[in-house]
């Protein structure tokens, strides 16, 4: 009896997984979404915190409220995050989307071959603004070392014979 329940178990398990791959290309994208979403027993509230897109949005996707939805590449987004959270062929999900909306580009724009105009770009060999601070900080470098110098040689940290004579004989 308990082989029986586990046949049938994985029957309808493989056959959810099936349906889960499958997309019907006579069902609109959308209607397959939710059959989809609703066969997994997920929640709009569910797919949203997955894929992290609001559930409003996804909500005009299955109803193919394409108005309501970003254009472009987050619309692209959209669709195959959607398609692989629900194990099913995101390029074929993605090329139905194209097909019922159009081309999914951002509005105004032309795929057209582009063309670079060069722009005349004044080179100096120096910059005002960025030529005085190397110089700056190699002084305060130079100041610091000075310092600690004259502070090494007052404590005595430094062995008399590195010291010039006439600094040596001040130095009891």
């Known amino acids: 009896m308990t082989q029986e329940l586990d046949a049938l178990a994985l029957s309808t398990e493989s056959n959810s997984q099936e349906q889960a791959a499958r997309v019907d290309t006579s069902t609109p994208v959308g209607q397959a979404l939710r059959s989809l979403r609703v066969a997994?027993?997920?929640?709009?509230d569910d797919v949203s915190s997955r894929i992290k897109f609001s559930p409003r949005q996804i909500q005009a996707l299955e109803d193919e409220q394409w108005d309501k939805l970003p254009k472009g590449v987050s619309l692209r987004g959209l669709v195959r995050s959607y398609a692989r959270l629900l194990d099913t062929d995101a390029a074929a999900i993605v090329?139905?989307?194209?097909?019922?909306?159009g081309v999914l580009s951002a509005p105004g724009s032309v795929h057209r071959e582009s063309r670079?105009?060069?722009i005349p770009v004044a080179v100096s060999?120096?910059?005002?603004s960025r030529s005085a601070a190397p110089w700056g900080w190699l002084w305060v470098i130079l100041a610091l070392l000075v310092a600690l110098g004259a502070y090494a040689i007052w404590q005595g940290w430094l062995p008399a014979d590195w010291l010039?004579?006439?600094l040596s004989s001040a130095n009891p």
Do not use: A, C, I, N
């Open 40 to 44: 997994k027993g997920w929640s709009l």
């Open 95 to 101: 090329s139905s989307v194209e097909s019922q909306v």
């Open 116 to 118: 670079t105009v060069p």
């Open 125 to 128: 060999g120096r910059s005002d």
């Open 164 to 166: 010039p004579g006439w």
